[in-house]
């Protein structure tokens, strides 16, 4: 019998969020409601088609101007909500610990791009699937961004799994 290795328990665990739905994955996630309730916005209300689409779009305008433009000032500015909650263990809660984040991260990878290969929306929770790399010539990585937002579209929560893509795969597939 084979174990597993950490990057197979990543994907496992990507693909396990993916396949369940996001709602069903994040449900009473850190002492929160669910974020899915029926088609309704957890304590919000239900939604529309209208939103989740100005969700995805927020979602992704948020990731890349924050990664990619290199401003993620300008980021939370313009997507941010009156609060940030991250469970990403590298990061402090808040946009100004996102904002020192996204800054020295940029600064230590100053070639840094996140291309985001799919956007995945259910009311308001918005999910990515990005490859991102530090430079031209690294193999990067595999990212599922989980992101909630508040009803009126401003992104206040944010979760990811991220994998380091492989030099071999056991199949001819690629990770996007």
Not at 47 to 62: L, W
Not at 85 to 110: E, K, M, R
Request: charged share 15%; net charge positive.
């Amino acid at each position: 019998m084979k174990l597993l290795t950490r990057s197979h328990l990543v994907a496992v665990a990507v693909t396990a969020i993916m396949a369940v739905g996001v709602g069903a994955a994040l449900a009473n996630t850190q002492g929160h409601r669910p974020p899915h309730n029926g088609g309704r916005h957890g304590l919000h209300g239900p939604c529309s088609p209208a939103q989740v689409q100005r969700n995805k779009a927020t979602v992704v305008a948020y990731y890349t101007t924050a990664f990619n433009d290199k401003n993620p000032e300008l980021a939370v500015a313009k997507y941010g909500g009156p609060m940030y909650i991250q469970h990403n263990p590298q990061a402090a809660d808040g946009f100004d610990a996102f904002i020192a984040f996204v800054n020295s991260f940029t600064q230590q990878f100053p070639q840094l791009h996140v291309d985001i290969k799919r956007v995945i929306g259910e009311c308001n929770m918005v999910v990515t699937h990005s490859h991102i790399t530090t430079s031209p010539d690294d193999r990067g990585s595999a990212v599922a961004d989980i992101f909630r937002l508040n009803r009126q579209g401003k992104v206040v929560e944010h979760w990811d799994v991220i994998q380091a893509v492989p030099e071999t795969s056991a199949n001819n597939n690629t990770m996007f």
